[in-house]
């Protein structure tokens, strides 16, 4: 027999409507506490989500097993006031703060008081089925056991505190692959190729890059950068040169100045972070 969903409650604040939180399918059938800055707001999301009942004070909580926190980043600290102010006994309570901000070292002064904190967000590119979460070990078991409730939806557990380390390689998969892509397509228009064939063959070689990964992970890393051949590299680069020089500067940088010696060097893996306290 499964466990049994725990008891859940919601503070809420901001826009109820456009919060991916209080989209969340789990929430309709085991919803209940739900304050917000007044009773009449708390009765409005109440309204908005179809789910829930509405209280006006905090102390409402104190049977609350699994406590949603979904407030603007820069109203967490006066509700961390609020809540440390209220006779909650903390040390029966996971609380989970649900942001792409703040990770549960932002709930310090609750931990310090026994709740076991952590922090949930939605995963962006999958349609509200993945969602992650990093904090102590109890708050997992209670929210996954909330949101993997007859659901299509499930926790991807990041190590404690590691949430920018994710957001890194996010910036790694995104922020900065996407000049990349854009430099490629215009070396080639520099060339001559037509934009659309040229954004067609970008989009080819990325997405081959992607599948060799996927099937074999860095061995799947081919061609003169990832042999290091700078001989290579610095022809493409006195080529470039003569027709976009920002263009072969910014290829000097990336790839012959960075790619090309971590090629060839081993690849370590960082110390793990050490574990919080």
Same mark, same amino acid.
């Given at each position: 027999?499964?466990?049994?969903?725990?008891?859940?409650?919601?503070? &809420?604040?901001?826009? @109820?409507?456009? =919060?991916?939180?209080? /989209?969340?399918?789990? %929430?309709? !059938?085991?919803?209940?506490? +739900?304050?917000?800055?007044?009773?009449?707001?708390?009765?409005?999301?109440?309204?908005?989500?179809?789910?829930?009942?509405?209280?006006?004070?905090?102390?409402?909580?104190?049977?609350?097993?699994?406590?949603?926190?979904?407030?603007?980043?820069?109203?967490?600290?006066?509700?961390?006031?609020?809540?440390?102010?209220?006779?909650?006994?903390?040390?029966?309570?996971?609380?989970?703060?649900?942001?792409?901000?703040?990770?549960?070292?932002?709930?310090?002064?609750?931990?310090?008081?026994?709740?076991?904190?952590?922090?949930?967000?939605?995963?962006?590119?999958?349609?509200?089925?993945?969602?992650?979460?990093?904090?102590?070990?109890?708050?997992?078991?209670? &929210?996954?056991?909330? @949101?993997?409730? =007859?659901?299509?939806? /499930?926790?991807?557990? %990041?190590? !404690?505190?590691?949430?920018? +380390?994710?957001?890194?390689?996010?910036?790694?998969?995104?922020?900065?692959?996407?000049?990349?892509?854009?430099?490629?397509?215009?070396?080639?228009?520099?060339?001559?190729?037509?934009?659309?064939?040229?954004?067609?063959?970008?989009?080819?070689?990325?997405?081959?890059?992607?599948?060799?990964?996927?099937?074999?992970?860095?061995?799947?890393?081919?061609?003169?950068?990832?042999?290091?051949?700078?001989?290579?590299?610095?022809?493409?680069?006195?080529?470039?040169?003569?027709?976009?020089?920002?263009?072969?500067?910014?290829?000097?940088?990336?790839?012959?100045?960075?790619?090309?010696?971590?090629?060839?060097?081993?690849?370590?893996?960082?110390?793990?972070?050490?574990?919080?306290?």
């Amino acid at each position: 027999m499964p466990p049994p969903i725990p008891r859940t409650s919601l503070i &809420v604040e901001g826009n @109820v409507t456009h =919060s991916w939180v209080t /989209r969340l399918s789990c %929430l309709r !059938p085991n919803l209940g506490a +739900v304050i917000g800055l007044s009773l009449r707001n708390a009765s409005r999301a109440v309204n908005q989500m179809r789910c829930g009942r509405p209280v006006d004070s905090l102390d409402s909580l104190k049977n609350t097993e699994l406590l949603l926190v979904s407030v603007p980043f820069e109203q967490l600290e006066s509700w961390l006031q609020r809540m440390l102010d209220s006779s909650i006994p903390w040390h029966k309570v996971a609380v989970v703060l649900c942001s792409a901000r703040g990770d549960s070292s932002s709930l310090a002064p609750l931990a310090a008081l026994g709740a076991f904190t952590g922090s949930l967000s939605e995963m962006e590119g999958f349609s509200g089925k993945r969602y992650l979460f990093e904090g102590h070990n109890t708050a997992l078991h209670r &929210v996954r056991r909330l @949101v993997e409730n =007859s659901s299509e939806a /499930r926790i991807v557990e %990041l190590k !404690p505190l590691c949430r920018p +380390v994710y957001e890194a390689g996010l910036s790694f998969a995104s922020g900065m692959t996407f000049p990349m892509i854009a430099a490629a397509v215009d070396a080639m228009r520099a060339a001559g190729i037509h934009p659309k064939f040229a954004e067609s063959a970008v989009e080819s070689a990325v997405l081959a890059t992607i599948r060799s990964y996927l099937r074999a992970g860095r061995r799947g890393w081919t061609g003169p950068v990832a042999r290091g051949d700078r001989s290579e590299l610095r022809r493409q680069y006195h080529a470039l040169f003569r027709v976009d020089e920002e263009l072969a500067e910014m290829f000097l940088a990336i790839a012959v100045d960075y790619l090309a010696e971590a090629a060839t060097r081993p690849r370590t893996k960082p110390d793990p972070p050490a574990q919080p306290d």
